[in-house]
C-alpha cells in the first residue's frame, strides 16, 4: 500500500500548489540556480510534441494511398505499445475545476513502466480503448500533447521514466503548460511544434473579437496591436486551440509534412520499450 499512499500525497500537493504554478515557474527566469533544480527534477530528458486537434485540420495529406492526418501520429504510436493505461480523469481540469471541458478524458501512458501505475489512477486498456479515447478528445475540442514527461514519474513514483510515453488532451484554460511562458527557454524549448503543423491568419476574415488571445493561447503567440490581430508562428507551438475559438474563419490550420513515420520513429525513440 505505499505506493498508493505516496501517490494520493503528491495528488494532494499537485491539487493544492496548482495555481502557483506560474510563479513557480516565472522564478526560473530569475535564478540560474532554481531553474537547475527545477530542470533536474520535473523536466530532465523531456521532449514533448505538440499535436493539434484534428477536428479542424484543412488538409488531409496522401501517403502510399492512405489518408493521414496529425493524431494519426498519436495512434501509430499507440498500435506500436501493448502496455497502455489510461486516467479516468485529468488532474489538471480536475485540480482547476474546468467548467469548460470534460475532466473525465485523462492522459493516456504506454510502455512497461505504465504497468507500475497504481490501478486506481489509471486502468488497463487495448489499443482500440486508447483509439477510441484520442477520438473522444478531438471531439471534444482538446488539443495533444506526446512526449517523455518527468513530472508524471515524479507525481505517480514510477520508474524508470524511459519506460513511459505519456499522452496529455489539453484545453486552454487549465493545461499544466499554460506556465510556457513563465518558463525560462531552456526549459520551454522541450516543448516543440509537429512538424508540418502551419496556423495561418485571414486578416480578411476576422472580426476583431480577440477570443483567440491569451485566454486561448497558452504560448502568448497571438497578440493585438495596430487594431489587428497577429500570430507569431516563431512561438507558436501549433496546438489548434485558437481554431476551435475563431467562429468566423479567420484562423486556419493546415498539416502538410508527409513523413508520418520518420516522427513516429523518433517518438518512439523517447520510450524504451524492452520489458522492465
Not at 68 to 96: G, Q, Y
Not at 121 to 143: F, R
Amino acid at each position: 500500500m505505499r505506493r498508493p499512499r505516496i501517490v494520493d500525497f503528491s495528488i494532494f500537493i499537485l491539487k493544492y500548489i496548482f495555481n502557483w504554478r506560474f510563479g513557480i515557474a516565472e522564478i526560473t527566469k530569475k535564478s540560474r540556480i532554481y531553474k537547475k533544480i527545477i530542470d533536474f527534477a520535473l523536466f530532465k530528458d523531456d521532449e514533448i510534441i505538440v499535436v493539434p486537434n484534428t477536428i479542424n485540420i484543412n488538409k488531409k495529406i496522401e501517403s502510399e494511398g492512405s489518408e493521414f492526418l496529425p493524431t494519426a501520429v498519436i495512434k501509430e504510436v499507440i498500435k506500436r505499445n501493448k502496455d497502455i493505461v489510461i486516467m479516468d480523469t485529468c488532474l489538471c481540469r480536475t485540480s482547476n475545476d474546468c467548467q469548460d471541458y470534460p475532466q473525465d478524458i485523462g492522459c493516456i501512458f504506454l510502455g512497461p513502466t505504465s504497468k507500475k501505475i497504481p490501478e486506481h489512477i489509471g486502468k488497463k486498456a487495448t489499443v482500440e480503448e486508447a483509439l477510441a479515447h484520442v477520438d473522444k478528445a478531438d471531439e471534444a475540442g482538446l488539443s495533444h500533447i506526446i512526449g517523455r514527461n518527468r513530472i508524471d514519474t515524479v507525481w505517480m513514483n514510477v520508474h524508470p521514466g524511459k519506460g513511459l510515453l505519456t499522452i496529455c488532451h489539453c484545453c486552454p484554460c487549465c493545461c499544466l503548460w499554460k506556465v510556457y511562458p513563465n518558463l525560462d527557454s531552456d526549459i520551454s524549448d522541450k516543448l516543440e511544434k509537429l512538424d508540418g503543423v502551419n496556423v495561418e491568419l485571414h486578416e480578411e476574415n476576422c472580426k476583431k473579437c480577440k477570443k483567440c488571445l491569451d485566454d486561448v493561447c497558452m504560448f502568448n503567440a497571438i497578440s493585438f496591436e495596430n487594431d489587428k490581430i497577429t500570430i507569431d508562428n516563431d512561438i507558436c507551438k501549433g496546438c489548434g486551440l485558437c481554431v476551435n475559438s475563431c467562429k468566423f474563419g479567420a484562423i486556419t490550420i493546415d498539416y502538410t509534412d508527409r513523413t508520418i513515420e520518420n516522427v513516429v520513429n523518433r517518438i518512439e525513440d523517447l520510450i524504451e520499450i524492452k520489458e522492465l
